[in-house]
Nanobody, 124 residues
Framework: QVQLVESGGGLVQAGGSLRLSCAAS????????MGWFRQAPGKEREFVAA????????YYADSVKGRFTISRDNAKNTVYLQMNSLKLEDTAVYYC?????????????????WGQGTQVTVSS
């Protein structure tokens, strides 16, 4: 059974940093795309970043490009999202997701597995 467990969320001041982790278990994720999404109150879930498990190619939403970095540690079966220069508008629940494909997509419905989410709150 595939499990994705996020951690690392919290309260941070604008301009600060957080690192989210997503511990993946239940199978090998070779050939998968791993993604981070976020959902703010009253808004739709939106793509943040993705990484191809095998080759490490990365993809970012324009809103986080240059501030966020996605990475993975194959030995630990963990995906990370380093978030720097956080803004008030980054406040959301952040979700880790996995897609059984080598093709990256930004559409939430095209991901097969989801974590429970971790809250990130950026204060002024």
């Amino acid at each position: 059974q595939v499990q994705l467990v996020e951690s690392g969320g919290g309260l941070v001041q604008a301009g600060g940093s957080l690192r989210l982790s997503c511990a993946a278990s239940g199978r090998t994720f070779s050939g998968y795309v791993m993604g981070w999404f976020r959902q703010a109150p009253g808004k739709e879930r939106e793509f943040v970043a993705a990484i191809w498990w095998n080759g490490g190619s990365t993809y970012y939403a324009d809103s986080v490009k240059g501030r966020f970095t996605i990475s993975r540690d194959n030995a630990k079966n963990t995906v990370y999202l380093q978030m720097n220069s956080l803004k008030l508008e980054d406040t959301a629940v952040y979700y880790c997701a996995a897609r059984r494909s080598v093709v990256v997509t930004t559409t939430p419905n095209e991901y097969d597995y989801w974590g429970q989410g971790t809250q990130v709150t950026v204060s002024s």
